[in-house]
């Protein structure tokens, strides 16, 4: 049986859902996932259910595009913040998806890289949430520094996406950091290797603005 709660696991795959570029089928589920996270008394989605409930599609594919896609601060891909497009990040890729194989579930990728966010959330909540929450404890910092990256544009949209993954950031031990500094104090301490996954390389986390400006 899960050590993962419940809570936990509806608030990382409301995550998933809100991170995903939206469609017709995001909205019309909006309803169901606020409902299901209201029943959990969970907070930090409000902004991001009111864009799916009230926007035209239309609108919803360009603030997406404009948040995720347009800026490296907001990269989606957990294994681009600590290897980037190094040689290196192959390897880790290919572990991704043996934690996946190894689960005994087939994972859709959609497309998407097996690092994908949204993916990962999903299999976390739905499909073997221990071994999840080891990748997602792995992939601490490269988390937490999304969520920085999209708080510090303080737009209305990545403030909105940013309390989502500010939320996420709240099932794992611990206080988030409070800023990239202490984000790099969180890599120096102890190495942790879970789920066959290398440790991260702390010299590739794009930790100032040069290293983590836009495409």
């Known amino acids: 049986m899960s050590t993962v709660s419940t809570r936990t696991r509806v608030v990382r795959q409301a995550a998933a859902s809100c991170l995903t570029y939206p469609d017709a089928e ?16 969970v907070s930090g989605f409000d902004a991001v259910l009111d864009l799916l409930e009230r926007c035209p599609l239309p609108e919803l594919e360009q603030r997406y595009v404009e948040v995720f896609d347009l ?18 990040r192959g390897e880790v890729l290919g572990r991704f998806k043996a934690a996946y194989r190894a ?13 994908y966010l949204p993916m990962v959330l999903e299999f976390a909540a739905t499909v073997d949430p221990d071994v999840g929450e080891q990748i997602l404890r792995e992939y601490r910092p490269s988390l937490e520094l999304l969520r920085i990256g999209l708080v510090e544009d303080a737009t209305p949209s990545t403030l909105a996406y940013g309390q989502v993954v500010a939320a996420v950031c709240a099932t ?25 996954l290398e440790p991260y390389d702390p010299r590739l986390l794009p930790l100032s603005a040069s290293n983590a400006g836009g495409r």
């Open 71 to 88: 800026s490296r601060r907001h990269a989606l891909y957990l294994s681009y913040w600590t290897d980037g497009d190094t040689r290196r």
């Open 103 to 115: 689960s005994g579930f087939l994972v859709d990728t959609r497309g998407e890289l097996p690092d």
């Open 26 to 41: 995001l909205v019309a589920r909006a309803p169901v996932v606020r409902a299901a996270l209201r029943e959990q008394r």
């Open 172 to 196: 794992l031990p611990g206080a988030s950091p409070a800023d990239r500094a202490a984000v790099q104090a969180m890599v120096d301490g102890p190495p942790a290797e879970l789920v066959g």
